[in-house]
């Protein structure tokens, strides 16, 4: 594990999930790429009417932030697509091309992804489409939230498998990883609930995509009742596992 790419599905998943993991690995002279797979803010379309004419400042907002992130983290070497989110699944052939160049051109050997956990349709859809690649390279998810059980929990897995690599951290890294969330400051509200103790990951598990991640309420549908709300995914699970059944052999491409 020498070249990373991590799949990013919005700016802040890699804080979320991946902090102390950049952290320890660029100390072990690890070169990391990151691949931000949307922009992390939604479409104009979606937003109330009101807000609509402050779509710019929105976006300008969250991708400044973003390269605070890059900043801190100290990493150069980034990609953006810039696309809304809630919308990878629409993009799915066009996002696939773009890490195979990236792979290409950056001799990546690793690629780290969220899990298919039900945390974001974005995250889920990008796990698929890492999951194309596992033939050639090595793939590793990492867990970031999921509503399993009707309960929240982050950085940890639905189901273990036995190869987890479970990162516990020192007081220092505690600091680093809080400090890493608090570049984010206008998703300061969605990410109070983010373990900042340890971070999880594991080569990546063989998903049936053609069903949700798992039984129960979806983290990105806990608040469905208010599905009329900008904030809130009125996206159907199950219509996204539909899209992404289209696409089931795209590692022979």
């Known amino acids: 594990m020498k070249n990373i790419l991590i799949l990013a599905p919005h700016p802040d998943d890699e804080s979320v999930g991946l902090s102390v993991f950049i952290k320890r690995k660029k100390a072990e002279g690890c ?15 979606e937003m109330w009417f009101w807000e609509k004419n402050k779509y ?15 900043k ?30 990236i792979v290409k051109n950056k001799t990546i050997d690793s690629i780290f992804v969220p899990a298919y956990e039900g945390g974001h349709q974005d995250h889920d859809v990008a796990n698929f489409i890492a999951s194309q690649f596992k033939k050639k390279l090595n793939v590793f998810e990492y867990s970031e939230y999921h509503n399993y059980g009707n309960k929240v929990h982050s950085n940890t897995f639905i189901k273990n498998t036995g190869s987890e690599i479970v990162l516990e951290f020192n007081q220092n890294e505690v600091l680093y990883k809080k400090h890493a969330l608090s570049v984010y400051n206008s998703e300061k509200k969605n990410l109070n609930y983010i373990n900042v103790k340890r971070e999880v990951y594991r080569p990546i598990v063989k998903y049936n995509y053609d069903s949700v991640p ?22 159907n699970p199950k219509e996204v596992c539909k899209i992404i ?3 089931k052999n795209l590692d022979e491409i």
């Open 214 to 235: 798992h039984k129960g309420k979806l983290f990105y549908k806990r608040f469905n009742f208010f599905s009329w709300h900008p904030r809130v995914d009125s996206s």
């Open 56 to 70: 710019e400042k929105f976006l300008y907002k969250r991708l400044n932030e973003m390269k605070n992130s890059l």
């Open 72 to 101: 801190f983290f100290k990493i150069k070497d980034f990609f953006l697509q810039n696309i809304s989110t809630r919308n990878l699944r629409n993009n799915i052939l066009k996002t696939f091309h773009k890490i195979q160049s």
């Open 31 to 45: 070169k990391i790429v990151i691949f931000f797979l949307t922009n992390g803010v939604i479409s104009k379309n």
């Open 245 to 247: 059944s289209k696409f």
